[in-house]
């Protein structure tokens, strides 16, 4: 099995570091600050050809596969953490569930402005009292004539303040259970959509999140997502392909971990020589790197076991579980590397902390992938 990247891929990284180099990193301390969603820097990324890099050309796309937007994601997560999962979460996530169960109609409408970034999306499923447990939804759509109409509260909406379509996850049929739940596309400004304002978090401020109600809002019965009850597989299928763009996100926050400590190491002259010749330093350093390489390499399997139209889902839970908790523990050390100045804030090595967290949170929580890998194991 060769992981090692075609010609072509390793341009695309080249240009997608020059990119984050000289549009994305310089503004993440400020997004961080802040806590605002970049529009102009997402501007420049669609007219790049950055947001739709795994969907079609005959949509708007890049028509490149998983692992190119894996890479692409690493490096934009590198320099800002909140861009990298953004754009994950844009492409590998929403885009990928609209161009495998779409119709036509629904992705010349909705997955065109998406692959080439002229809009954003969300991707509504869970609520206050359905985290990892989905088959607890309670928001509810109900036919009426031609239409259906929604009714319900979403919580930890990614994107969800500004968002210019949602896909929304609802029962149809609570007898059904699991079976019951279907998956609905609603556009920005539609009646009875409500989107909250964002929640203020510890970390990935950059990527605002928020609560989406919805109260008798009515949509087309073109709106469906898919057939009747298969929002389950709909929301399982996404997450598989979103925990790809998690791991690479945290793959590249351990690379800025790392680059950071390096530096660090480098400079900072303790008992008269640089902190790096002290073995407890050089350790740390070293098993960054091993981690980092382990990191990588899973995300990689995992992509192109997807890009190969092999079994991926558990490549991609034992991904994102190593990468995610490998960042966690390395951007701790990284801020340890740097003492008191790692723990101030404004140093990139306390956000790259922050940012970590989440990681291990979303898109399936560490619990949830090692969960997903025993079930298969034991199955």
Not at 312 to 338: C, D, N, P, Y
Request: hydrophobic letters at 45%; charged letters at 20%; aromatic letters at 8%.
């Amino acid at each position: 099995m060769n992981f090692q990247l075609t010609e072509e891929q390793e341009l695309i990284r080249r240009n997608a570091r020059e990119f984050a180099e000289r549009h994305v990193a310089p503004m993440a301390a400020e997004v961080d600050e802040k806590a605002f969603h970049p529009a102009e820097l997402f501007a420049k990324l669609g007219a790049g050809g950055w947001l739709g890099i795994p969907l079609p050309e005959r949509y708007g796309g890049g028509g490149a596969d998983l692992l190119t937007h894996a890479v692409v994601v690493e490096e934009m997560a590198r320099a800002c953490s909140a861009t990298g999962f953004t754009l994950s979460f844009h492409a590998g996530i929403i885009g990928m569930s609209l161009h495998i169960f779409g119709t036509e109609a629904q992705k010349d409408r909705y997955l065109v402005p998406l692959a080439q970034g002229r809009h954003m999306g969300a991707f509504s499923l869970t609520e206050p009292g359905a985290g990892t447990d989905v088959a607890a939804v309670t928001t509810t759509a109900v036919r009426d004539g031609g239409d259906y109409v929604l009714n319900g509260v979403k919580t930890f909406v990614s994107n969800g303040p500004f968002a210019d379509m949602y896909i929304f996850f609802c029962m149809t049929d609570r007898a059904a259970g699991k079976k019951g739940m279907s998956a609905f596309i609603v556009p920005k400004g539609a009646n009875g959509l409500h989107p909250g304002e964002p929640f203020r978090k510890m970390g990935l401020r950059g990527s605002q999140t928020s609560e989406v109600v919805l109260r008798d809002c009515r949509v087309p019965e073109e709106n469906m997502l898919g057939a009747p009850g298969q929002g389950l597989s709909i929301a399982l299928q996404g997450f598989e392909h979103g925990r790809v763009g998690i791991a690479a996100q945290a793959t590249g926050i351990l690379q800025a971990a790392l680059d950071e400590s390096i530096r660090y190491a480098r400079e900072r002259v303790q008992f008269g020589v640089p902190i790096g010749r002290h073995q407890a330093i050089a350790w740390m350093i070293a098993d960054m790197d091993a981690d980092l390489a382990a990191a990588r390499l899973l995300t990689y399997q995992a992509a192109w076991l997807r890009d190969r139209q092999m079994p991926f889902g558990k490549a991609a839970s034992i991904a994102k579980l190593f990468a995610t908790e490998a960042a966690m523990r390395h951007t701790v050390k990284a801020v340890q590397i740097q003492g008191g100045y790692g723990y101030i804030k404004g140093a990139k090595v306390e956000r790259l902390m922050r940012d970590a967290k989440i990681a291990e949170i979303y898109e399936g929580t560490s619990e949830a992938q090692r969960l997903v890998i025993s079930g298969r194991l034991l199955r």
